[in-house]
Each structure stands twice: as structure tokens, then as C-alpha cells.
């Protein structure tokens, strides 16, 4: 089966694989406890299965926060990383809240468990060279298909 069957959608086929990182408000150690540290890597892993990408890898740090993750097609990777800072905030804030609070002591609906910035970058299956010569030799690449049809 060809790796591009894997990735068929209603309306495309691809992927993109993004290399994601941010970090906790002002930087707190929130993640030195491990409860927290495992319930948010859970907490990951369902947006994931919610918003429909594949996580490849993540590691949560007491400061921040790593995950490669896989995506389809017609979401983009500022937003996934939106649902994924969203999603595991307001979970750690209902299941965790008196935990949190030594850290993030505003009234409900003004805390924030994640600082503002993101560090957001692609990483391919293919080098950048590879793609620039099938994209030269676009021409050899579709004659081969007509021959074969």
C-alpha cells in the first residue's frame, strides 16, 4: 500500500508533520509534579484523537511543552497548536484546580496555564532537494502515470 493511501481524505490526500513547542505562564515549573506532567500528556493525546491529528512524539517538561505531531490536510498547524493549549489548560484547570492555584491564582476564567508565544516548525518526509528535482522533472514524473494508465 502506498504511504499516500494512508493519507487520503474526502477532499485531498497528504500530510504535514509540525514540530511544536511552548511554554507555561512566566515559565512556573508546573510540570515538576507528575500527576500534572502525566495528565497533561494524557490530556494531549485525547485533543489529538478530538481534533483528529496523530501525535508522533511529545514530552512535557516542567516548563513547557514538545510534541511532533501529524496533521491533515485543512487544518493548520497554528490552529492545532491553539486546541492543543486550549484543550489541556481547561482540562488541568477542572481536574487539577487547587494544584494549579499556588501557580495561577486568578478568579475562574482568567487564569492561563500557557504563556502567549509558540515555536512552530515543519519537518518533511522528504528533503528540500528531493522536492525541488520532482518538481523540476514534473513532466518525467506524470508521463510514467499515463504509460502505466
Known sequence: MSIYQDHAYKHGIGWS???FQWVTKYR????VDVKLQKLCEIFLYEAAKRFRFCIEEL???P?????????????????VIGLMKGYTARMLFIIEEQKLKKFYWREKGKRQLWGDG?????????????????????ETHHAKDFITS
Open 118 to 138: 509558540k515555536f512552530i516548525a515543519s519537518v518533511g518526509h522528504i528533503t528540500l532537494e528531493k522536492a525541488k528535482e520532482y518538481v523540476a522533472n514534473h
Open 17 to 19: 508533520t509540525w514540530h
Open 59 to 61: 514530552e512535557v517538561a
Open 63 to 79: 516548563n513547557h511543552v514538545h510534541v511532533i505531531a501529524t496533521l491533515r490536510p485543512s487544518v493548520g498547524p497554528s490552529q
Open 28 to 31: 512556573y515549573n508546573v510540570f
